[in-house]
């Protein structure tokens, strides 16, 4: 199999700025040369909504309309595959959401499974469950932002075959990236984590965000991680075919040695 060279961009989307925020998008990855890259957690629209209200203009169907044709046009110039998190809306629900987007045109959805804090008040929780799809030859997982403190999430993708986890974020909490190199580990699988930077103010609402996007090896190597204020591109290259080495000794398999008769309560 040949190896993939694959990226997170993190930057600081403006609130309620689609247009800002898709054409820094679209600057940043001018020229990437890269095969996949992961972008942030709502990633077009900013994150600190009051209301629903205030969502409406923002969200978009999932696979038609402005934001996937923006998205689409960039990934099949860029010849790269695209994962960034969107402001979705499906009849008359909210979903915190990611979309997968390859070179042809076709787009993947997940929607966010488990909601964080206010999130509960604004967005329906995901009803697509925790999906693997395949791009150039690599199985790639799906989740977003605080899926990460559920270990049964990045197993759940790591059981269905996942070799890289995408893990869209606006992480405010201080633990995640470290936990991202633990879930790296127990699943032996690459993942990569894009977070968003800065800080965003809304209805007596402030929220600063940790940056640190990072991409870790399925032996918990940091194989690259931003810092946590700048807007950068970072682009390395993986084999994916080390995530389906399962085995930490020569006689012991994170998967295979699991004793699912005791985990259930």
């Known amino acids: ?40 957690e709502l990633a077009t629209s900013g994150y600190l909504f009051a209301n629903q209200n205030e969502m409406e203009p923002l969200a978009v169907p999932g696979k038609s309309g402005r934001i996937a044709d923006f998205f689409r046009d960039i990934s099949t110039k860029e010849n790269c595959g695209i994962i960034v998190g969107f402001l979705e809306k499906e009849n008359k629900n909210f979903y915190n959401s990611q979309m997968l ?10 929607r966010k499974t488990h909601l964080f804090y206010e999130e509960k008040g604004l967005y329906k929780p995901g ?4 999906n693997v799809f395949e791009f150039r030859g690599a199985k790639v997982g799906l989740m977003i932002c605080f899926d990460w403190i559920f270990p049964e999430a990045a197993r759940t993708l ?8 995408c893990h869209s974020s606006n992480l405010v909490l201080p633990f ?3 936990a991202m190199i633990t879930r790296s580990i127990e699943n032996q699988v690459f993942t990569i984590t894009a977070n968003r930077t800065g800080t965003e103010s809304n209805a007596d609402e402030e929220l600063t965000f940790s940056g640190m996007s990072q991409i870790i090896s399925p032996k918990g190597e940091i194989l ?29 398999n994170v998967l295979t040695d699991r004793k699912t008769e005791f985990y259930e309560l």
């Open 1 to 40: 199999m040949s190896k993939l060279k694959v990226g997170f961009l993190q930057f600081q989307p403006k609130l309620f700025h689609e247009k800002h925020n898709l054409e820094k998008i679209s600057s940043m990855l001018k020229g990437c040369k890269a095969d996949l890259v992961v972008l942030p």
């Open 101 to 110: 987007v390859y070179p042809e045109g076709k787009i993947e959805i997940y």
């Open 127 to 130: 009803n697509l469950g925790f």
């Open 158 to 165: 790591a059981l269905k075959g996942a070799d890289i986890i």
């Open 176 to 178: 995640c990236q470290k």
């Open 224 to 252: 690259a991680q931003a810092n946590a204020n700048e807007e950068i591109l970072k682009i390395v290259e993986i084999n994916p075919e080390n995530a389906r080495d399962k085995f930490v000794t020569e006689k012991n």
